[in-house]
């Protein structure tokens, strides 16, 4: 079946520096979504990409989908304390109906 | 907009007994929605599609008589547990999508901890 690749699978960052993860599958996705999640809560959509090459920004964040559309990368730059949580790529064979396949996280702390 | 509610947002249970969770689209109609699983520290694993008026497809592994999912409504989707084991007890998550904002993808709901005791 589908498998999302994300790494690193946590980090541990000086407040104000820039973050950078990654998503890689086994297999084309045509869409790839980010999302952040909160200890207790669900997750809450950060970015989506739609086409292959496509590079958007959402504030601080940035994220790229790859050009084979096996990959897509997120990073955010200048980190500040509510940027801690866990983070998650996903990726979905279409908009709209098809189910999404989530990776294995990454988890981001914020030194003091 | 495209808000979803999840209730209870915690339950504990005694083993053997089952569990009903629901999930409501509030302010939009979804005709799909879907199941995870997050055990701690790891992923949401999907284990079902929840489709409107029919019978939902439930992923590789999971057990369809032992996870029972209803959806009678474009507005309600419910995920019930049962005969509960403390193995059960998780977090569970489900999403919905919005058919006018299908670009923005899927909202998830705040989830339920589920402790079976």
């Known amino acids: 079946g589908q498998q999302l690749n994300q790494s690193p699978q946590s980090m541990f960052i000086q407040e104000g520096e820039d973050v950078s993860m990654n998503c890689t599958s086994s297999?084309?996705?045509?869409?790839w979504l980010w999302y952040k999640q909160d200890p207790g809560e669900g997750p809450v959509l950060l970015i989506a990409?739609?086409?292959?090459?496509e590079l958007t920004s959402n504030g601080r964040l940035t994220a790229q989908f790859g050009i084979t559309r096996k990959d897509s990368f997120l990073n955010i730059s200048a980190s500040i304390p509510s940027d801690v949580g866990i983070y998650f790529c996903a990726g979905q064979l279409s908009s709209g109906r098809d189910k999404i396949i989530f990776g294995k996280g990454t988890r981001l702390h914020i030194l003091p | 907009g495209a808000v979803v509610s999840q209730h209870p947002s915690r339950v504990i249970c005694k083993s053997g007994t089952s569990v009903k969770i629901e999930c409501r689209s509030l302010d939009f109609q979804a005709t799909t929605m879907f199941w995870y699983r997050q055990f701690p520290k790891q992923s949401l694993m999907l284990m079902a599609t929840s489709n409107e008026g029919s019978k939902a497809t439930y992923e590789q592994g999971v057990e369809k008589d032992k996870f029972l999912i209803n959806h009678a409504s474009l507005t309600l989707s419910t995920l019930t547990v049962t005969s509960a084991h403390p193995e059960d007890s998780s977090f569970y998550i489900c999403?919905?999508?919005?058919?006018?904002?299908?670009?923005?993808?899927?909202?998830f709901g705040s989830g339920t901890r589920l402790t079976v005791v």
């Open positions: 297999s084309i996705f045509n869409t």
């Open positions: 999403s919905a999508n919005n058919l006018q904002r299908i670009n923005y993808g899927y909202t």
């Open positions: 990409l739609y086409k292959a090459g």
